[in-house]
């Protein structure tokens, strides 16, 4: 600390909560101040937490005016700053989350949301085990003054030569980016392993370890979303999380595994068959009996439900599977030791705490009341989605399915409910008043 304190630069420290969009928000101070801000927090608006994906308050003042727009207070999570490796001189971050000002838990804070969640596991003796894989396409950065996708320079020209997926060429066409954000993720303490190149042009995955703190598996989550755009950008490229960069290549996904072991540390989905225990196969029925309310959840934007389409590898229905890659629940081929759960709806757009809070929360009610899944799907599941399995399709269906959900409003509470329905009917609003250029492509001048 004295070092960071006592360069001959002017070291600086950025600071941010994640709202509930997904987005970082913050101050950037003078590392100096690094002591008080570990001991006291900084404040910011309550209302940084309820604005739409533009900044925007939500009309009705949820959070703005109902008490003058007071301040929260943001405490530090970490117990120390992390070096920004792609800034130039010495750039730290901290992450952190708001609480009212008398110390109690804020219910619209992402991050205190999943602490919530959390804690029911600690009252009943139980740790989930968390991964996330995250998918990305890494484009030229002249997208970004285009607004359009345009494709890697590091892609051949002809796109009968581009790669295939897992094909170790595409992984050394994009090696100095990639080494670099894997260099990123270690200086940061983000557990990144394989780096696989998938189905879409310059589109990747990276599978963070499991850990044994949700909370924590969360922070990397958007730690790593960070570090991925900060070096792309750093090497003329822009990396698109969204859930559908190209209308006709492969979405992108946030998919989580995930575990549940007790005080002995024992895996308590794991009972010495394939199968798996009574535990998992009720933490599934969970899952899927809160799956229609929490599709705002894991497809929170316009764009997500482009990603939701049969034949895409993303699911379409609320189902469950042993080794199935069309279904919504799978449960992988793994050692006994190693049985777990992949959620794999959640686009990469959606926000992580929010994402690790809806399941998490699902699975142990499922487990209290031990709730049945029905049979598991077998074979190709997109061409039979049976009539009680279908899910939300549109957007507008996601957020009255979440604000109808009474399981919902009980899992995660009224007042996060209220608010994040309230943002996405706004931003669907929004989208409502602009007209496509597709739209006057086709038909202007013709109908």
């Known amino acids: 600390m004295d070092q960071l304190n006592n360069n001959r630069q002017t070291p600086e420290l950025d600071i941010f909560i994640t709202d509930l969009n997904g987005n970082q928000r913050g101050k950037r101070v003078p590392a100096s101040s690094t002591h008080k801000i570990l001991q006291e927090g900084f404040k910011m608006p309550r209302s940084i937490l309820g604005l739409d994906f533009w900044g925007d308050d939500i009309g009705g003042a949820v959070l703005a005016l109902e008490d003058g727009d007071s301040d929260g207070v943001c405490h530090i999570v970490s117990t120390k700053p992390v070096l920004v490796p792609w800034e130039a001189g010495e750039h730290y971050q901290m992450l952190a989350m708001m609480s009212h000002p008398q110390g109690c838990r804020l219910a619209t804070d992402p991050r205190q949301l999943l602490a919530c969640v959390l804690q029911r596991y600690t009252d009943r003796g139980l740790t ?46 994009f090696r100095p980016i990639l080494e670099e954000i894997r260099f990123a993720c270690q200086v940061q303490d983000v557990p990144a392993d394989s780096i696989i190149a998938e189905f879409g042009d310059g589109q990747f995955e990276v599978n963070l370890n499991h850990v044994n703190d949700a909370l924590l598996a969360a922070d990397q989550a958007v730690m790593f979303k960070r570090i991925v755009r900060n070096v792309a950008h750093k090497h003329a490229h822009l990396a698109s999380f969204m859930a559908k960069t190209y209308g006709d290549e492969s979405g992108s996904g946030l998919h989580i595994h995930f575990s549940v072991v007790d005080q002995a540390g024992q895996n308590i989905f794991s009972n010495g068959t394939e199968a798996g225990s009574s535990d998992l196969i009720h933490a599934v029925g969970g899952i899927l009996a809160a799956m229609q309310g929490s599709m705002l959840i894991f497809a929170p934007h316009l764009n997500s439900w482009r990603r939701l389409r049969p034949r895409s590898y993303a699911p379409i229905a609320a189902n469950w599977g042993y080794e199935n890659r069309t ?11 190693a049985r777990r759960i992949e ?40 061409a039979n989605p049976q009539a009680e399995q279908v899910l939300p399709t549109q957007w507008y269906e996601a957020i009255d399915s979440l604000r109808q959900s009474a399981l919902m409003r009980h899992l995660l509470g009224d007042a996060f409910v209220d608010l994040f329905t309230a943002i996405k009917e706004q931003e669907l609003d929004k989208f409502a008043s602009h007209i496509t250029d597709a739209e006057y492509e086709t038909y202007l001048g013709v109908v």
């Open 128 to 173: 989930p085990v968390v991964a996330a894989e995250l998918e990305f396409y890494l484009l030229d950065l002249a997208s970004e003054r285009e607004n359009r996708p345009i494709p890697s320079p590091l892609l051949p020209e002809s796109r009968f030569a581009r790669p295939n997926p897992y094909a170790m060429r595409n992984l050394n066409r």
């Open 343 to 382: 959620h794999r709806v959640s686009g990469a757009d959606a926000n992580p705490y929010l994402v690790i809070a809806a399941i998490l929360s699902a699975a142990l009610y499922g487990i209290e009341h031990q709730l049945n899944p029905g049979a598991a799907s077998t074979g190709n599941t997109y």
């Open 327 to 337: 279904v919504s629940v799978r449960i992988p081929d793994s050692p006994d030791a």
